[in-house]
């Protein structure tokens, strides 16, 4: 059963079980300190493919075929589908999952879809409409790169507050049994699009920190919680400087997450990598932390009560060259075990 | 209560109610036989933005105005808003609806957004986690046409199994409460992805005949239902060409629904219309017929129980350079009154 919460957050009474999760990342984020928790690492950039599209929609293939495998079911099993990722019209996904032949709902919330689609496997579940529910979503360097910003071999310098697009894709498996140990959904806000003018295609932890904090803020108010209930917050791709800038607007409000907060961005790859600037990006950051590092860790038990905020940027290179400013969102989920 | 049944078909016990919707098109559709069921003509394609990008946000948020103005409601009391449309990264969608400031959900479904939007605001509504929900989608011939295919000067002629995207867009408000007379979302079934090889961009309806086939052919099975049942059958955009192929492989089912089947895109445009060729597409296309006439139709009982089925190729245009077949999907819904 499904409860409202004040303004705008769910509560699962049943509590959906993640039942089965994998992870795959690329070459770069293996250099990171998360390398042991990923399910596999892709050393070939174009994953046997010959377009670095078909490159990501094998990612996302890999993924779920992992989670099903790690879940002990089939395609068959599973009702729903929900996909997503960054290239136009969202290729990755419906080129990448149309052989499982699985019911499927194309989602499209830029980086934040890993828990977008987590919010609707759940809400899928919890209401009955589905025995299991899936959820998946990827980015890859190489096709994001040349969709958003330049050609791959124009090696072009880049600015501090840049970000470097995650290869890697991430899914869940979210079920109605109530499996020992499996990480459940509990609760979840979702986000509301937030503009506060900044138009830095560069800078996109700026444009994001405000749809982070706001949807951080409604989630405290409508659970009555706050940050210290929480063992980690773990937000998707603020990078240093978004979560810099987020903690500034917590903090006039009266919260105070900087003692057990944590970004994918930050955390993925090696802190002395000096190409990454800011942080790691993409849908795939948020995707591969959560389903490869985060969910082991709540699966040990290690986190018992979590919470995990994706965050996108709404934008497009075509709003950007329009000189549009950068609408962001964040959508959350509260993880216990 | 949301029950399951057969392999992939959803019922809605409580059946949520469309208590407000709304329709615009352009001065093209306005040339067509349904003119009178629209709620607004937009003559100026630009709708005063300066660029086609934001004249389509224009049209959804105009849409969603439109649409809680009938509901009599405001947007602080729509708790989810699931939209998309056909823009790299769903820019009409998200800029367009910003300002709204309602939890949201991005989708993608290519043109069968207005359907799966439905859906999911179905589901939202009966499962309690919501009172009202919102979906809208839209497409702009201009937008459309620079992006996936030639600069609008190009003026190039088109295949006579090409289709003309729809300048239109189309909101439903989904409630629970039980407002007389309002159409209501009774059954649901989720389109898988399917892809038979045809990869000619300039035939959608080839393309996405089968999976409208394959969605209804589900749907009859998991209720028990053959197309007599029903007061109409309408699908999104199939054109002549696709509905015609639809008819053929549901014939050697043993379903003929050529008697009470109609197509949004075949309906829209005037019928001697040479431009047009196939019919109207775009997620605009469905979204219009349904938010106008259709609908319109249903409240004043003339029809009572029907079927609606919404179909999008997620093709795009990088897929189709790589030589890639073009994957397609179909969601449909039960409305009745």
């Not at 290729?91 to 987590?118: H, N, R, W």
């Not at 987020?246 to 006039?252: G, Q, T």
Request: a negative charge.
């Amino acid at each position: 059963m499904i409860k409202r919460l004040g303004d705008s957050t769910l509560m699962f009474l049943e509590k959906p079980s993640i039942v089965g999760f994998a992870s795959l990342v690329g070459k770069k984020e293996a250099q990171g300190p998360l390398k042991d928790d990923f399910d596999k690492i892709v050393y070939d950039m174009h994953l046997g493919q010959d377009t670095w599209e078909k490159a990501e929609s094998a990612l996302q293939r890999e993924a779920l075929s992992l989670a099903l495998q790690k879940s002990q079911c089939s395609s068959k099993d599973v009702d729903y589908l929900f996909a997503g990722d960054l290239l136009n019209q969202c290729i990755s996904s419906s080129y990448g999952l149309k052989d499982f032949e699985i019911p499927y709902l194309g989602q499209y919330g830029a980086c934040s879809t890993m828990v977008q689609g987590l919010i609707m496997a759940s809400v899928m579940v919890e209401s009955k409409a589905s025995h299991k529910s899936a959820c998946v979503t990827s980015s890859h360097f190489c096709s994001a790169e040349r969709q958003y910003r330049f050609p791959l071999d124009y090696g072009g310098q880049r600015p501090q507050s840049s970000q470097w697009t995650v290869t890697g894709a991430g899914c869940c498996i979210l079920s109605d049994e109530d499996k020992k140990n499996a990480p459940k959904v509990f609760r979840a806000t979702v986000g509301k699009i937030v503009d506060l003018g900044v138009n830095d295609q560069n800078n996109m932890g700026a444009a994001m920190a405000p749809a982070a904090a706001d949807t951080l803020l409604r989630y405290f108010k409508d659970t009555s919680t706050i940050p210290s209930d929480y063992d980690m917050i773990y937000t998707g791709d603020l990078g240093k400087i978004g979560s810099k800038l987020m903690y500034d607007i917590l903090d006039k409000e009266g919260f105070d997450i900087s003692h057990n907060h944590k970004d994918c961005g930050v955390m993925i790859f090696k802190s002395d990598d000096i190409d990454v600037h800011s942080g790691g990006s993409g849908c795939g950051c948020c995707a591969s932390v959560l389903c490869g590092h985060i969910l082991k860790n709540v699966e040990k038990q290690k986190l018992k009560n979590i919470l995990v905020m994706a965050t996108g940027a709404l934008l497009s290179p075509t709003s950007i060259q329009q000189n549009e400013t950068i609408p962001s969102i964040a959508h959350l989920v509260n993880i216990v075990v």
